[in-house]
C-alpha cells in the first residue's frame, strides 16, 4: 500500500496489457502509478501514439511522464534507444520516490534475448537473458510478464475490445531480433507450448551458476587484486576458467545494466593481454579500455582523461599532487628543480602530457620524446593519464616532476632565483 511504481508504456499490446492488470490489482490496493512513455520519433506514428498513452493516463487518473528522443548516436541506435529510456526512467523513480520499475517484457522477449546472446557470444550472465527481478541502486526492476506468451496478451488485448498500437519495425526481418521471433519461436513453441517456461528456468540456473562462481571470485579478491588493479603474476596461477571469469566480473561491474554490449571477443582479447610481455591497451564499448601495465591488468574510462593548464604562482595542487616554489631546499633528486628566470620565459605553466611533447634532457645534449622517456622510466599508463608537465611560457618543457630535469636545470651551487618542489599524491617524503 501506498507505493509508487513506475510503469514504461510505450503503447503497444505488451505494455498496454500491463498497464492494465496493474489497474485491476489497484483497485483492492492503493499504490501509485506513473506511467513513462517515451516518444523516440522514429516512425510516423510516434505522437499519435504519445497522445493516445496520455489520454488513458488521464482517463485513469494515473500521473503521465513524457520524454521525447531528438538525436541519436545511429552507430548503435538501439542501444542508444534503450540507454536513453532508462535514464529517463531512473530520473522518474528518483523524482517519485518510486520502489519499483515496471517494463512488459513477457517469455518469449526472455527468448528471443537469450538467443540474440547465443548467437554473438556472451558471458555465463550475458546468455542468461534478464531476470524477472533485479534490484538496482535505490529501486526494484520487476517484469511481471516473464511467464506469460505474447500470443496470450495479444488474446487477452482481443476479447477485452483494449486498444493499442502496433509497431511495424516489428514486422521488418532486417532486424535480427525479429528474425527469432518469426522463424525460430513458432518452431520451438510447437515443440513445445510453454518452451518459454523452460527458458526460464535455464535462464535461472545460468543466474545461479554466474552468482555462486562470482561470491568465490569475491573470496579470491584479495590475493589477486589490489589498489591498482588485478594482479597479473596470480592471475596466471588460478586455471584458465578463473581467468575468464574474472574478466567477466570486471566486466559486469564496469557494464552492469549495458552487459550485452560485451561478447565472448572481448573477453577473449583481455585474456589475451595477460600472456603479452609488453604493455597495451585495447578498446571497449563506451570508450572503456582494458589495459596491460607491466604486472597489472586494468579498466579506465579513456574518455575521463585529466586536461588540466595552471600558471604556477605559488604552488599547484591536483590529482598528481603538489608542485610548490620554495626558498631553499639541498635536495639534489628529480624532485626539485632549479630555473635562473633569464633562462626562460615567464610564467611557469603545468599542463598534462600532449602528444609530440619533447624535452631537452639535462647532460644528454639532444631532445627525447616525453612518451619514450615515460616507457624507459616505466610510468604507468594510469600515472601518465595525469601526470604534471612543467614548461614556460615558450612551451619549452623545463621539468618531468620526479622523473627527469631538462637542461634549464642549474646546478645546486649555480646562478638561480627559483626553486620547484614536486610532492607526488601518494608520496610525501620529498
Known amino acids: 500500500n501506498d507505493d509508487v511504481i513506475v510503469v514504461g508504456v510505450s503503447g503497444g499490446p505488451d505494455s498496454m496489457f500491463l498497464l492494465d492488470m496493474l489497474l485491476k490489482v489497484k483497485k483492492d490496493k492503493h499504490f ?7 516518444n523516440h520519433k522514429l516512425r510516423i506514428e510516434s505522437d499519435e501514439e504519445a497522445l493516445f498513452v496520455e489520454n488513458v493516463a488521464k482517463d485513469n487518473k494515473l500521473i503521465y511522464e513524457y520524454m521525447e528522443i531528438k538525436e541519436y548516436n545511429h552507430d548503435n541506435l538501439e542501444n542508444d534507444a534503450r ?8 530520473d522518474l523513480v528518483k523524482k517519485y520516490e518510486a520502489k519499483f520499475l515496471m517494463t512488459a517484457h513477457h517469455g518469449d522477449d526472455l527468448v528471443e534475448t537469450v538467443f540474440m546472446r547465443l548467437t554473438r557470444g556472451s558471458s555465463l550472465k550475458g546468455y542468461s537473458g534478464f ?8 529501486y526494484l526492476l520487476v517484469r511481471p510478464l516473464i511467464k506469460i506468451k505474447k500470443v496470450d496478451i495479444l488474446e487477452y488485448m482481443g476479447q477485452n ?7 511495424a519495425s516489428n514486422d521488418s526481418m532486417k532486424y535480427t531480433r525479429n528474425r527469432f521471433r518469426k522463424k525460430v519461436l513458432p518452431i520451438l513453441h510447437e515443440e513445445q507450448e510453454n518452451v518459454h517456461l523452460k527458458f526460464l528456468k535455464y535462464s535461472e540456473e545460468l543466474e545461479e551458476a554466474s552468482n555462486f562462481i562470482f561470491k568465490y571470485l569475491e573470496k579470491l579478491k584479495p590475493y589477486i587484486k589490489d589498489k591498482v588493479g588485478l594482479k597479473i603474476d596470480e592471475l596466471k596461477k588460478l586455471d584458465d576458467f578463473l581467468v575468464k571469469k574474472v574478466i567477466e566480473y ?16 572481448h573477453t577473449k582479447d583481455i585474456k589475451e593481454l595477460i600472456y603479452k610481455k609488453e604493455n597495451k591497451m585495447i578498446s571497449l564499448p563506451k570508450g572503456f579500455v582494458a589495459i596491460k601495465d607491466y604486472n597489472h591488468l586494468y579498466f579506465v574510462n579513456s574518455n575521463e582523461k585529466e586536461e588540466f593548464n595552471y600558471v604556477l604562482d605559488k604552488e599547484v595542487v591536483g590529482s598528481f599532487g603538489t608542485i610548490r616554489k620554495i626558498s631553499e631546499s639541498s635536495d639534489t633528486s628529480n624532485y626539485v628543480i632549479r630555473l635562473n628566470s633569464k633562462d626562460i620565459m615567464l610564467p611557469i605553466i603545468v599542463r598534462n602530457k600532449q602528444d609530440g611533447d619533447r624535452i631537452e634532457v ?3 645534449g639532444g631532445s627525447k620524446k616525453v612518451k619514450d622517456i615515460f616507457r624507459d622510466e616505466k610510468i604507468s599508463l594510469t600515472k601518465r593519464r595525469h601526470f604534471p608537465v612543467v614548461l614556460d611560457s615558450k612551451n ?3 621539468w618531468l616532476p ?8 642549474v646546478e645546486r651551487y649555480g646562478n638561480y632565483d627559483i626553486i620547484l618542489l614536486y610532492e607526488e599524491e601518494d608520496n610525501n617524503e620529498h
Request: no cysteine; charged share 40%.
Open 131 to 138: 531476470k524477472r527481478e533485479k534490484q538496482m541502486s535505490n
Open 83 to 90: 540507454v536513453k529510456r532508462y535514464d529517463f526512467f531512473q
Open 402 to 409: 620526479g622523473v627527469k630535469k631538462s637542461k634549464f636545470d
Open 396 to 398: 619549452e618543457i623545463l
Open 161 to 167: 475490445k483494449l486498444k493499442f498500437y502496433k509497431d
Open 32 to 38: 501509485v502509478i506513473i506511467v513513462a512513455h517515451v
Open 250 to 265: 570486471e566486466l559486469e561491474e564496469i557494464y552492469n545494466n549495458d552487459l550485452f554490449l560485451i561478447n565472448d571477443k
Open 362 to 364: 639535462k647532460n644528454l
